[in-house]
């Protein structure tokens, strides 16, 4: 059983950095899955926020391309998500995304 788990998570100030990190264990060829990232703010739909295939092929939202930047280390089963120029509106609660399997999320919060 595939199980994900998200740290890197916390309360930060506009024009801030952050990074996330997420942990995964019960997969046997992490390089061939494609990971990625979700977010969730109060009162919204989970959306889409950035993508990493088993090519190294990167893709982000419109709303944060220039900002953050996924990677990832097949070696480790880890995805992160390096996030900058941090506003308010990217506060929402987190989730890494692998092959079927969801995290339990971690909340940023953007505010002075």
């Known amino acids: 059983q595939v199980q994900l788990v998200e740290s890197g998570g916390g309360l930060v100030q506009p024009g801030g950095s952050l990074t996330l990190s997420c942990v995964a264990s019960?997969?046997?060829?992490?390089?061939?899955?494609?990971a990625a990232w979700f977010r969730q703010a109060p009162g919204k739909e989970r959306e889409f926020v950035a993508v990493s295939n088993w090519s190294g092929s990167r893709n982000y939202a419109e709303t944060v391309k220039g900002r953050f930047t996924i990677g990832r280390d097949n070696a480790k089963h880890t995805v992160s998500l390096l996030m900058s120029s941090l506003k308010p509106e990217d506060t929402a609660v987190y989730y890494c995304?692998?092959?079927?399997?969801w995290g339990q999320g971690t909340q940023v919060t953007v505010s002075s």
């Open positions: 995304h692998v092959g079927d399997s």
């Open positions: 019960g997969i046997t060829d992490y390089s061939k899955y494609i």
